[in-house]
């Protein structure tokens, strides 16, 4: 009953061992072996998509996206504010310009009545990212990306197995993408995928995933790829996981309800949103955001749950923000107060698969403990 609770510890004991000893057993290591497809076939299955392409992470599966659909300098791609450097990276690496669009305070995601403004004759994309177990509603993104004749990228990285509308996450726009970092509802430690139903795109991102080696003669190239391969061992232990993630949505769901149980009570919380009129929480992590009144911020309240043996992290911090992009010339003069106030303001408490109901209890203790500390600040 004593100890550290971390913020996140994944569960590992389906077939993963016996997977794992397969691959060592024939020898097949390398991206070359069967649990590579095999993964790419069920994430693919999962998401009704024709075509899964597995590379090594999450943000290089986004690197690969904005590379097949050819967004390049002096390009403009709308982002939300909110979310990881992952989106951004790839759109400034190109010399592309990303745009960012405010969170909706309620949900976190993307607020998608802002998008209509940000539009300008350059904008040639739009990223739609699922934030800490919610979906963006991708009604109104799909609307307005066809109105403007943009490419869509839908960052499933935290959504695999999540709905919207009844519509799996990761089968929306043009091109998808999920990570399996071991936070991730699926992981093969470190790991990513790219999904599309576009044959053209597929190819393109299988050569580019693998130095676009040429077919007819290997070791000649007539384009620049990378290696992005994922490896058999990372695979085997993915498509163990996959195997399990109805249970493992289902357990999130339960755990990410029992905090809402347990803390409903505690002042100066903002709790996540159980559903909205599109989709239910499946808690990917279970974040918190401080109540204006409380006279703290997300790194003082972390700082004290840690005393009390709770692991926490802090929200994203907002991309125009980033002092990465302020120095290149970014983002001067940018304003979005939801972001903002999200980074300063919010955090999330242990909501790993492996957490049991006592620690659930513990850590929604710590927080209640913590914030009455506060309140006799006041
Ligand atoms: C985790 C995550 C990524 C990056 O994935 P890695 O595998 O860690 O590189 C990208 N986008 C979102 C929304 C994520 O949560």
Redesign the pocket.
């Known amino acids: 009953m004593s100890g550290f609770i971390p913020v996140n510890e994944p569960l590992l004991d389906g077939n993963e061992r016996a997977y794992l000893a397969e691959c060592i057993e024939t020898g097949w290591i390398s991206s070359e072996g069967p649990f590579v497809a095999r993964l790419e076939e069920g994430m693919a299955r999962l998401t009704g998509r024709a075509h899964g392409v597995a590379v090594t992470?999450?943000?290089?599966?986004?690197e690969l996206a904005v590379e097949i659909l050819g967004i390049g300098p002096g390009d403009e791609v709308i982002i939300p504010a909110f979310?990881?450097i992952?989106?951004a990276a790839p759109i400034v690496r190109r010399g592309a310009i990303p745009v960012v669009a405010d969170a909706d305070s309620r949900t976190w995601t993307m607020d998608v009545s802002a998008l209509e403004a940000l539009v300008t004759p350059r904008t040639r994309a739009i990223m739609a990212?699922?934030?800490y177990g919610l979906p963006v509603d991708m009604e109104p993104v799909l609307d307005f990306a066809a109105r403007h004749g943009l490419s869509v990228i839908e960052?499933a990285?935290?959504a695999h197995g999540q709905m919207y509308r009844g519509r799996p996450c990761g089968s929306f726009g043009d091109v998808s993408?999920f990570?399996?970092?071991p936070n991730?509802h699926v992981t093969t430690g470190?790991?990513?995928m790219v999904l599309v139903d576009d044959d053209a795109l597929a190819s393109a991102g299988r050569s580019k995933r693998n130095l676009c080696f040429e077919p007819e003669r290997r070791f000649v190239h007539r384009e620049l790829g990378y290696n992005m391969r994922m490896s058999n061992l990372q695979a085997a232990v993915g498509v163990a996981q996959l195997e399990r993630l109805p249970e493992f949505i289902a357990r999130k769901r339960t755990m990410g309800e029992r905090y809402t149980q347990l803390l409903a009570d505690v002042p100066g919380l903002e709790l996540p949103a159980a559903e909205t009129s599109y989709a239910h929480n499946d808690y990917w992590v279970y974040g918190l955001v401080l109540a204006d009144e409380v006279p703290a911020d997300a790194r003082e309240v972390m700082r004290r749950l840690a005393e009390r043996g709770t692991g926490t992290r802090p929200f994203f911090y907002p991309m125009h923000l980033q002092p990465a992009f302020l120095e290149r010339g970014l983002f001067a003069g940018v304003s979005c107060p939801v972001a903002e106030r999200l980074g300063e303001r919010g955090f999330y408490i242990p909501s790993g698969l492996a957490l049991t109901d006592a620690q659930i209890e513990r850590s929604a203790e710590s927080v209640a403990g913590v914030m009455v500390e506060l309140a006799g600040v006041r």
């Open positions: 992470n999450g943000s290089e599966a986004l979310t990881i992952s989106c990212v699922h934030i960052d990285a935290e993408v990570s399996f970092y991730k470190e790991g990513g």
